[in-house]
């Protein structure tokens, strides 16, 4: 680590988050802002790296979100079709359960097949290249996003806390909706009169309001999740590119990607976009994705070990590793599966393509959780403790190093 401050790269990686963020605001993917920020670290890349581009990809960002809207408006439309025992209570039954069946394939599995339904927008996914004083044997990814979430009202209110009920239980009621849907169709329109479906559809109410209205049109400064990831790298690839050639303190066969990638918070469609271009590239030589996101509190760093709500599994080599590199540094990190409801990270693309990857947060993960700045319009640097940003940085040069000596050894 000679010659490294890392307390000060820390400090600039927030200085220059937080000018970032002044000039572009909030950056929904697929905006002027979200477009001029990744335009912006692909011109800052193109300054130190042997290789830079931004690339252009086509992305439906309103796919991602749109059954939130759709499933309660099902909901509300067969609850009246269900009251005046019409039979047309058929269409809102269809929609619902169409509507479940997206809600699984984008956001339980995060496929793309309804994309094609939706508006097509620009993204920009931005790398660059430092490339070894000697031949490649191996190459390291890191990565973070510089788009920016819409705001969930929820987690932006004193009842954030209810979060995790805001969403899940909707859900029983839509299921429940179906099934008394289907009694009724089947000529079972006398449960109309039941107290127990009436008490049912009255405590459902408040739910389906808070769920339909759950999402803002606004998008969050969002410097923890997760402009500092990308800026972070960025700081730390441009460290790395000042010492070659005039320090011993380089890399001699190991190539490494710094990363920004777009559409992460439309369903990881900028990694995904990554990972088809460049899959021949990546995958001809050993290829490790140490990925970075929501980065707030010291004293709540974790490590994925299975990424999209649970269903791909991350690299367990590189999990131990980046533990006992943090021990090393004396930080703790606790070994994290991702929850389902809990969503998804660029990791997990790369794992698709069978590449070695894994995704380092710092925030907490419980399901009942207060105090969150994430999704918020509070998502400032202000939230983001300096000593966050100093420990991944420090991991992820050891990492980098660690690889170096085992290709050297």
Same mark, same amino acid.
């Given at each position: $680590?000679?010659?490294?401050?890392f307390?000060?790269l820390?400090k600039?990686?927030?200085?220059?988050t937080?000018?970032l963020i002044?000039?572009f605001?909030?950056?929904?993917?697929?905006?002027?802002?979200?477009?001029?920020?990744?335009d912006?670290?692909?011109?800052i890349?193109?300054?130190?790296c042997d290789e830079?581009?931004?690339?252009?990809i086509e992305i439906?960002p309103?796919?991602f979100s749109f059954y939130?809207?759709f499933?309660?408006?099902m909901?509300?439309l067969g609850?009246?079709? =269900?009251?005046?025992r019409?039979?047309?209570i058929i269409?809102?039954?269809i929609?619902m359960?169409f509507g479940?069946?997206m $809600?699984?394939s984008i956001f339980g599995f995060?496929?793309?097949?309804?994309?094609r339904?939706?508006?097509?927008k620009?993204?920009?996914n931005?790398?660059?290249?430092?490339?070894p004083?000697k031949?490649?044997?191996?190459?390291?990814?890191?990565?973070g996003?510089h788009?920016s979430?819409?705001?969930?009202r929820?987690?932006a209110?004193?009842f954030?806390k209810?979060y995790?009920?805001?969403?899940?239980?909707?859900?029983f =009621?839509?299921l429940?909706?179906?099934?008394i849907?289907?009694i009724?169709?089947?000529?079972? =329109?006398?449960?109309?009169?039941?107290?127990f479906?009436?008490i049912?559809?009255?405590?459902s109410?408040p739910?389906?309001?808070?769920?339909?209205f $759950?999402l803002s049109s606004k998008?969050t400064?969002g410097?923890?999740?997760?402009?500092?990831a990308?800026?972070?790298?960025?700081e730390?690839?441009?460290?790395l590119a000042?010492?070659?050639?005039?320090n011993?303190?380089?890399?001699?066969h190991?190539?490494?990607?710094?990363?920004s990638?777009?559409?992460?918070?439309?369903?990881?469609r900028?990694?995904?976009a990554f990972?088809?271009t460049?899959y021949?590239?990546?995958q001809?030589?050993p290829t490790?994705h140490l990925n970075f996101d929501s980065?707030?509190n010291?004293?709540?760093?974790?490590?994925l070990?299975h990424d999209?709500?649970g269903?791909i599994p991350?690299s367990?080599?590189m999990?131990?590793?980046?533990i006992?590199i943090?021990?090393k540094?004396?930080?703790?990190?606790?070994?994290?599966?991702m929850? =389902?409801?809990?969503?998804?990270t660029d990791?997990?693309e790369s794992?698709?393509?069978g590449?070695?990857?894994?995704t380092i947060?710092?925030?907490?993960t419980?399901i009942?959780?207060?105090g969150?700045?994430?999704?918020?319009?509070n998502?400032?640097v202000?939230?983001i403790e300096?000593?966050v940003?100093?420990?991944?940085l420090?991991i992820?040069?050891d990492f980098?190093?660690?690889?170096?000596?085992?290709?050297e050894?």
């Amino acid at each position: $680590m000679k010659g490294m401050d890392f307390t000060e790269l820390a400090k600039n990686s927030l200085k220059n988050t937080d000018e970032l963020i002044h000039e572009f605001g909030p950056r929904l993917a697929g905006t002027k802002q979200c477009q001029k920020v990744g335009d912006k670290l692909g011109q800052i890349l193109s300054e130190f790296c042997d290789e830079s581009n931004v690339e252009d990809i086509e992305i439906h960002p309103e796919s991602f979100s749109f059954y939130i809207k759709f499933l309660p408006l099902m909901y509300a439309l067969g609850s009246l079709f =269900f009251y005046l025992r019409s039979n047309w209570i058929i269409i809102p039954l269809i929609g619902m359960i169409f509507g479940i069946f997206m $809600m699984i394939s984008i956001f339980g599995f995060y496929k793309h097949f309804f994309d094609r339904f939706f508006p097509k927008k620009v993204g920009k996914n931005v790398y660059g290249c430092i490339e070894p004083t000697k031949d490649v044997h191996q190459q390291v990814i890191l990565s973070g996003h510089h788009d920016s979430a819409r705001e969930i009202r929820i987690l932006a209110s004193r009842f954030q806390k209810f979060y995790a009920p805001a969403i899940f239980i909707p859900y029983f =009621f839509f299921l429940y909706a179906i099934i008394i849907f289907i009694i009724a169709i089947s000529g079972q =329109f006398n449960i109309v009169s039941s107290t127990f479906i009436t008490i049912c559809n009255i405590i459902s109410l408040p739910f389906m309001i808070v769920y339909i209205f $759950m999402l803002s049109s606004k998008g969050t400064p969002g410097a923890g999740d997760n402009l500092i990831a990308s800026v972070m790298v960025i700081e730390l690839g441009k460290k790395l590119a000042s010492l070659k050639h005039s320090n011993d303190l380089y890399l001699n066969h190991t190539r490494v990607i710094l990363a920004s990638f777009d559409a992460e918070e439309a369903g990881l469609r900028g990694a995904a976009a990554f990972m088809e271009t460049h899959y021949k590239k990546l995958q001809k030589i050993p290829t490790y994705h140490l990925n970075f996101d929501s980065l707030y509190n010291v004293d709540q760093f974790h490590i994925l070990t299975h990424d999209i709500n649970g269903t791909i599994p991350l690299s367990q080599e590189m999990v131990d590793d980046v533990i006992k590199i943090a021990s090393k540094h004396g930080i703790s990190f606790s070994k994290f599966s991702m929850t =389902f409801g809990g969503g998804g990270t660029d990791a997990a693309e790369s794992a698709r393509k069978g590449i070695a990857a894994t995704t380092i947060l710092a925030m907490p993960t419980d399901i009942v959780r207060e105090g969150l700045v994430y999704h918020t319009r509070n998502d400032t640097v202000d939230s983001i403790e300096s000593e966050v940003i100093e420990g991944c940085l420090k991991i992820a040069w050891d990492f980098l190093w660690l690889k170096e000596k085992q290709i050297e050894s």
